[in-house]
């Protein structure tokens, strides 16, 4: 066994319930002997405590052990406290005849511990209590440890699934356009496969942060939308404005991607003559504002079956921002008889 497994083993050790436990009824203990102050020697005083101490641990880890999970944990109230009275009935006298017969050699004290049976009885029945609550208490905690962590990894889950459905959705479409522009032996080409590039660097190596820099993903929108330009030429008006100033922002990955992507297929895509995106994004230390209207061509072709593997959809895209800025987002979509309008606001911190 090397240093560190060793290391491993007793942080693992002193973090366990067991040590705990111990540890709390071991201060317990001493604690107990340094604020005794009656006239006994230290070595009278640890015997009285240990006895004190043994009978306490008794009732606790019945309790704990057998009584809370036969009858607490199964909803029977009555039988537990019924349970727990008479455990802490059976057990108070041997504690009260354990006293009288290590002060035997005083008269007084011991008649002090047989004129105060309900005392210890009561102080018992006081440990008993305390530890019902700190069971229930620790049993909550756990359940709701147990449950945001459960809520955690259900939402990374889905959050890696919901961005990879992004990812290669986005990435066909635009291999499809380079295709055919190699057909046609396109000067535009060249640019295409620079400005893709730096967005697949974008994609493998950036997007998979929970969070990036709003700069970064900024430069991939404008690169989407030079490289949009580039594909449909001159025949429509693509216009992005950009107003606010960039810092230190960080929002999560291809926010804005599906909601571009939307505008052009079922905005540009299906106009033969012209058309127009406009895209405004606006900046705030704490937030950004999306705003993109695109026109609507006179009459949408017959869509075409939707296929399994196709895109990602506004309902994906709506979980997706719920997923990550629960109840700090906004997203309205308006359809107007000759354009689509879509405004998203996210608040970033």
Same mark, same amino acid.
């Given at each position: ?184 032996? @396109? ?151 000759? @354009? ?10």
């Amino acid at each position: 066994m090397n240093w560190v497994d060793f290391k491993n083993i007793n942080k693992d050790l002193f973090r366990s319930k067991e040590f705990l436990h111990f540890s709390f009824w071991v201060l317990l203990y001493f604690f107990l002997v340094l604020v005794d102050k009656w006239p006994y020697p230290v070595w009278f005083k640890m015997i009285r405590h240990l006895i004190d101490v043994s009978f306490w641990v008794t009732i606790v880890y019945v309790n704990i052990l057998y009584l809370i999970p036969k009858y607490l944990q199964v909803k029977k109230p009555i039988l537990y406290l019924l349970s727990l009275l008479f455990v802490i009935v059976l057990i108070s006298p041997i504690h009260i005849t354990s006293m009288i017969l290590l002060f035997k050699n005083n008269t007084e004290d011991a008649r002090y511990f047989a004129d105060n049976q309900s005392t210890i009885f009561m102080l018992n029945l006081f440990v008993g209590l305390a530890s019902t609550l700190y069971k229930i208490l620790t049993d909550w905690l756990i359940h709701q440890n147990e449950k945001i962590a459960l809520e955690t990894q259900n939402l990374q889950s889905e959050l890696k699934f919901l961005k990879s459905q992004i990812n290669p959705h986005f990435f066909f479409n635009t291999l499809n356009n380079l295709y055919a522009l190699t057909l046609k032996k @396109s000067d535009s080409a060249p640019e295409i496969v620079l400005r893709l590039s730096e967005m697949m660097r974008y994609m493998l190596y950036e997007s998979n942060e929970k969070q990036v820099s709003l700069e970064k993903e900024i430069n991939y929108v404008k690169n989407y939308l030079e490289l949009e330009k580039l594909r449909q030429g001159h025949k429509f008006d693509i216009n992005f404005n950009l107003n606010g100033e960039i810092k230190d922002q960080k929002i999560a990955p291809l926010m804005f991607i599906p909601f571009l992507e939307n505008s052009f297929k079922h905005g540009l895509d299906n106009q033969i003559k012209s058309g127009f995106v406009n895209i405004d994004l606006n900046l705030n230390e704490s937030s950004v504002d999306l705003a993109i209207e695109n026109s609507k061509p006179p009459s949408i072709p017959q869509k075409m079956p939707e296929k399994k593997s196709g895109g990602i959809g506004l309902k994906n895209v709506k979980r997706r921002l719920k997923l990550l800025y629960p109840q700090r987002h906004r997203l309205d979509i308006e359809e107007k008889p000759h @354009s689509f309008k879509v405004f998203l606001n996210i608040q970033l911190t």
